[in-house]
């Protein structure tokens, strides 16, 4: 088992390696380049300006090797003014001086950089922002793991059914209706002042203010309550949830084929008892990989549903780091997804291991 | 002139009786449901002595039965909307629903066509025509081939150009009628119109036709990538299957949006990536068709050479004039314009290789898996033993035979592909800023949705219909390839 887990990790480390040097890659083109110094800079430079900024600011270097100081295994670049005798570089910030300064800094050693846009560290950007969408995540799973293993349980405890037919249709419909399809549709119906059953509601008196629910999540951030926080995390629940209910299905509908089910149903036991009892755990091994897989498709989602609702997150950051170009932190953003997904996978293949008797004794 | 109303004339007799069956509906759902728990089920039938067969109708039975003659009368209303739409010739009394039915009838046409023949020769059909034994694959066929058809028909039930611009009737609710149209000239916006003054409806249809020329083909490129390095890896195992399935998984541990975040800009377009990664991602069907006529026709040289003859001159044709950019500038540009036959606009292209790119590992991951499991067959090991090579196995043994799975997978996947070029057009990534494409509008019209609802909707619910239709044609699909 230490064996197994060990070489999941160097597997892992090897393709956090891998993807953080495309993204590094794909991010440190040379267009990319050019149109930060012209950000950064003045936009009207000349070609000879912009190689001669990048060269000051450290980009001069090949790509290889920023990647090394990015990654910290090499030390970061300085320069030396000649005109001024004013010390420049990566990690000379860090300290007083040159001396001062640490020779290497780059993400092995915590140091994640400078976003240039919001002109802050990028290390307490992203903090906040990860425990926002991690508050969303959480709810989201909250509803849609319980939501999803019953509907899946009970699809598939007696195949074929009309109660099967009909949460199957259900399933298929929710993964068919991506976020921002059922996002649109939820402001529409619940959260609009116009159309909906909200200004019929308002009508009537039973809701105090103009709509039920909240269409945008701003306020969500800072106290997340129910009328704020319903629709984006139902939006994400509801597409990810189909998905898991359909494998649930599946492993039930398998597991109450299996032959000690049949014995148990031979013996005279009750269809609540064989359900609840005999088929259940076995039925949630095959969910459980699914849900953990869920993880990097919820990542769309929740990047998705943070622009639609306007929520602050990890995912708006994202896209307003690529909208801007703003490397260090799309970098960051970038390890912080690839490590999310990776870790997941992780946990999904121990788990899968530990509780599968079948695997673990042999 | 006045606002076209929903319902046009019919709606004084049709809508009352869809409400009441949707009441009716409710009911009956909710009874059956209150019976389900109470313990009361449906009646089953008994053997008498005298060898006849009697029911006992329950309370429960009662209930299904009003869900579903209500569900029978709220069709026969939509059927009669459409048909009374398409006989009415005025357009006020057609009402909005009616002039949508009418505006579809080359569509309603097709459909009815294409249901008749295959309903009639479903026997003869194969797999294709069993699906028309299951009734959500007919269901999910129905929606899709509407979409198909509605692509094909663009021209011809659009009302009016996707980016004209009225600029007096901004975001005019459904039934809007025209300013002063020229004659000739469809006087009504059906489903209103967008913040810019153009039709709703149009832009709807004609996202279809861009959804449509890309989905489909891109998952076709990543089966074509999927199957030719799945099949070796399934089947040689070693080495070849270590390394393929690392970089599938790298691959797959890239987070999705991440990817096109990173691929569709502005930047990497004029760049060399787009052409490289298509140059890659693009071979692999010249490959599968070459090795597929080789390794079975190796035996009779004449019939070999032409066919890979063709295939190469062909798909090389294909290949080259896909990647080359018409632009005298561009970094590549290896066939003269002369015979450049199929130009593709760089962020169209560039969506489509990061689409392929993405589904294929995907692919991959299912063809292999099929291929471990048939590789133990017999009839695997008979071809062995008659001393088949191993392409004629994969390619000729083993690929046939796991194409139940592949064509339910296929189907799943261009609804995925679908969701994903939407999920592209909601980002405005390579999309030109004035594509009627169904993620853009949606993006474009959520900025004033709570006040006016009416422009992402058409699109919204139109991309959730052809997806559904994807997703329930593959699970008839499954069904039905698992009966045999």
């Known amino acids: ?362 | 002139m006045e606002h076209l109303t929903w319902s046009g004339n019919l709606g004084a007799i049709l809508n009352p009786m869809m409400l009441a069956a949707l009441v009716v509906f409710i009911i009956s759902f909710l009874s059956n449901i209150a019976l389900t728990i109470a313990g009361i089920r449906p009646g089953e039938t008994v053997v008498n002595a005298d060898h006849t067969l009697s029911i006992v109708r329950t309370p429960s039975d009662y209930a299904l039965m009003g869900m579903k003659y209500a569900v029978l009368l709220f069709l026969a209303c939509c059927v009669i909307y459409i048909v009374g739409g398409i006989v009415q010739p005025d357009l006020e009394a057609r009402g909005i629903i009616g002039s949508l039915g009418a505006r579809f009838v080359p569509v309603w046409i097709a459909l009815i066509a294409l249901f008749a023949v295959s309903i009639t020769f479903k026997r003869k059909l194969g797999l294709y025509g069993k699906l028309f034994d299951s009734p959500i694959g007919m269901v999910g066929f129905g929606l899709v081939m509407f979409w198909i058809f509605t692509a094909i028909f663009a021209g011809l039930i659009a009302t009016h150009e996707p980016l004209s611009q009225i600029s007096s009737i901004r975001n005019g609710t459904p039934g809007v009628p025209l300013p002063d149209p020229e004659d000739g000239e469809y006087a009504f916006y059906l489903l209103g119109a967008d913040s810019l003054g153009r039709d709703v409806f149009s832009r709807m249809v004609y996202g279809a036709v861009s959804v449509l020329r890309i989905a489909p083909l891109a998952t076709l490129f990543a089966f074509m990538v999927g199957i030719s390095l799945g099949l070796p890896a399934g089947y040689l195992g070693g080495r070849i299957d270590t390394i393929i399935t690392f970089i599938a998984n790298l691959v797959l541990a890239f987070p999705v949006i991440l990817l096109f975040y990173l691929l569709v800009t502005p930047e990497i377009q004029d760049s060399f990536i787009p052409i490289v990664m298509g140059g890659v991602l693009f071979i692999f069907p010249i490959l599968f068709f070459v090795t597929l006529f080789n390794s079975r026709f190796h035996t009779q040289p004449q019939l070999r050479n032409v066919l890979v003859g063709v295939t190469v001159v062909v798909g090389g044709w294909a290949y080259l004039s896909l990647l080359s950019d018409p632009d005298p500038e561009s970094l590549f540009r290896p066939l003269p314009a002369a015979i450049d036959g199929i130009d593709v606009p760089k962020n169209i292209l560039i969506v489509f290789v990061s689409v392929v790119f993405v589904n294929s590992p995907t692919v991959f991951r299912i063809v292999r898996g099929l291929v471990l499991d048939v590789r133990t067959r017999d009839y695997v090991g008979a071809a062995q033993t008659r001393g088949e090579g191993p392409w004629y196995i994969m390619l000729w043994e083993i690929l046939p035979n796991a194409r139940g799975p592949l064509i339910v997978d296929f189907c799943l996947r261009i609804g995925y592909t679908t969701i994903l070029l939407g999920t592209l057009g909601f980002f405005g990534l390579g999309v030109s800023p004035e594509s009627p494409d169904w993620g853009s509008t949606i993006n474009e019209g959520r900025r004033l949705l709570t006040v006016y609802p009416h422009p992402p909707l058409p699109p919204a619910l139109a991309l959730m219909s052809l997806v559904l239709g994807l997703n329930l044609l593959a699970d008839g699909l499954r069904e039905e390839s698992l009966k045999d």
């Not at chain 1, 068919?176 to 019929?200: D, H, K």
């Not at chain 1, 398998?254 to 269809?271: C, N, P």
């Open chain 1, 1 to 362: 088992m230490a064996l197994f887990i060990l070489k999941r990790i160097g597997v892992m480390a090897l393709t956090a390696l891998c993807l953080t040097f495309v993204v590094f890659f794909l991010t440190n083109l040379q267009p990319n380049l050019e149109k930060l110094a012209k950000t950064q800079g003045n936009a009207r430079m000349t070609d000879a300006e912009v190689a001669s900024w990048l060269d000051r600011n450290g980009y001069g270097g090949s790509m290889v090797s920023r990647y090394g100081e990015w990654l910290g295994v090499r030390p970061g670049w300085t320069l030396i003014d000649e005109e001024t005798g004013e010390v420049t570089g990566r990690c000379v910030d860090l300290g007083d001086s040159l001396e001062d300064a640490p020779r290497f800094c780059g993400v092995l050693q915590g140091d994640l950089g400078y976003s240039t846009v919001s002109d802050d560290e990028v290390s307490s950007i992203v903090g906040g922002r990860l425990a926002l969408t991690g508050k969303l995540m959480f709810w989201a799973f909250i509803i849609m793991v319980p939501a999803a293993l019953l509907v899946g349980v009970l699809a598939g405890m007696r195949e074929g059914s009309r109660l099967d037919r009909s949460l199957s249709t259900f399933a298929i419909a929710t993964t068919a209706t991506p976020e921002y399809v059922s996002g649109v549709i939820f402001i529409v119906l619940l959260a609009s002042s116009q159309t909906g059953i909200s200004p019929l509601l308002a009508e009537w008196g039973w809701i105090e203010g103009r709509t039920l629910f909240q269409g945008s999540a701003r306020q969500a951030m800072d106290g997340a309550n129910f009328w704020n926080f319903t629709l984006p995390v139902m939006t994400i629940a509801l597409y990810g949830m189909g998905y898991i209910a359909r494998m649930t299905r599946a492993s039930m509908a398998e597991v109450m084929t299996a032959q000690y089910i049949r014995t148990a149903r031979l013996k005279g036991v009750s269809f609540r008892k064989i359900v609840l009892k005999h088929a259940l755990r076995n039925a949630l091994i095959a969910p459980f990989t699914v849900i953990m897989l869920q993880f990097p498709w919820l990542l769309t989602g929740v990047v998705i549903v943070e622009t639609l609702f306007n929520y602050n997150g990890f995912g708006w950051t994202l896209v307003q780091a690529a909208s801007n170009n703003d490397i260090e932190l799309l970098l960051t953003c970038s390890i912080v997804a690839v490590l999310v997904v990776l870790i997941t996978q992780l946990i999904s293949d121990i788990g899968y291991v530990f509780l599968n008797p079948r695997i673990r004794i042999s």
